[in-house]
């Protein structure tokens, strides 16, 4: 039973949390979720550019979004910005980030070290938004116990043993389709809380009963071909 | 002038349109396609397995959706089942492809061929979904001239010269986050009509008006977060 795990760690879990999270996850729709981490990542590019302040038709007009859908989004989670001057960078950066969630850090293990596995465990843009990539695992023994970036490729057997010594909440799922199910519940079972799917199959099961987001390149690639078609409608 | 070659691609393009293709487009929610796709990936499971026939609310325990909402998503491109026999799995899968635009094919430019780019190059799940990758582009004169696959990699130079041999709708955008604003804009002056980018930084502009989805590994995770948190919050 994946749940006992899993319960146990989100009690370790709750201290963290703090008051503004319960309330954004209350009121957020989850379609603005991907607009909170893109205005977060535009904010964050904004403060090491030095710039202090920004008004929601700006951040709008940056990211292709409109003054009101700025101002709605960040209005939901108790962003204020001043009258004529705009939000303050920093503060705003802050806000969402209480807001997703992502104030606290999250361990992240890497599981499949592919062509993929490697390219994601060299991807920079994670630590900047509280990511910490912990262990990397693979199911082929032939790649256990060498090096990736400063991390040593363990078993997904040793898996068990990794977690005893450093919690890890989040999985990103790189193995193969044939396998991405059963590693799936290992991992669930084991008590991570979520799994970042990139493998091309459906992962969720009653045994897997975590969050999972799927990202599927194919899937992308349909989305755009859809955005395409609906843009030449359109004309 | 970005519009003048786009809109020229368009127009060979728009022979091939069907009509479902426009029916569909202008009555899908954008947040339905993503579950179209995610439909049409285990109907290609099903029939590769001899599945001929599928209920909604079978399809819909497979997936973790509802009975209603898997009726309400395929009701809306047109697809109906038999009243206790339910979908012809190869018949809705024809009906989903086109719907989204993926029955005709779609001709790829990979763009940055670093750890990510070798990555996407292997991947397997492309081609059964209409697309082709034709071309393996690289920013980088050390890298132009070897082989990924079949592919051999051309710089950014010759792409102009590579979309008059091959005409190329679709774009996957893997190159540094620094050059990727400006590499997107070539893209789209050369006639690229969509791009799937990569890159972690915003590459919509007034110079670059052309569909793009974004595929942020620190987005996605940050979702992931957030599900988790909400999940935490709401037990």
């Not at 920093?90 to 596995?117: E, F, P, Y």
């Not at 991405?180 to 991570?192: C, F, H, I, N, T």
């Not at 009653?206 to 799927?214: A, E, L, M, Y």
Request: glycine content about 8%; overall charge positive.
């Amino acid at each position: 039973m994946p749940v006992v795990p899993a319960k146990e760690k989100m009690t370790k879990f709750k201290p963290e949390r703090t008051t503004s999270n319960s309330f954004a996850s209350a009121i957020i729709p989850s379609g603005a979720i991907s607009r909170m981490a893109i205005y977060l990542r535009e904010l964050q590019q904004l403060q090491r550019s030095g710039i202090d302040t920004i008004n929601s038709s700006q951040l709008g007009e940056r990211l292709g979004f409109t003054d009101s859908q700025v101002r709605r989004d960040l209005g939901a989670i108790g962003a204020v910005g001043r009258r004529g001057v705009g939000y303050s960078t920093s503060q705003l950066c802050q806000t969402i980030r209480s807001a997703i969630g992502t104030d606290r850090d999250w361990n992240i293990a890497l599981v499949g070290m592919g062509n993929l596995g490697q390219a994601l465990a060299g991807y920079r843009g994670f630590e900047t938004q509280g990511f910490r990539l912990v262990a990397a695992i693979d199911l082929d023994q032939a790649k256990v116990g060498k090096k990736v970036g400063k991390l040593t490729i363990k078993s997904i057997d040793q898996f068990d043993s990794v977690v005893a010594r450093t919690p890890i909440q989040l999985a990103i799922l790189a193995v193969p389709a044939e396998v991405a199910p059963d590693v799936a519940e290992r991992l669930a079972k084991s008590g991570v809380l979520g799994i970042l799917n990139f493998a091309p199959t459906n992962v969720r099961s009653p045994k897997t009963c975590i969050p999972v987001i799927d990202v599927d390149m194919a899937i992308e690639l349909q989305r755009l071909a859809f955005a395409v078609v609906n843009q030449e409608a359109s004309r």
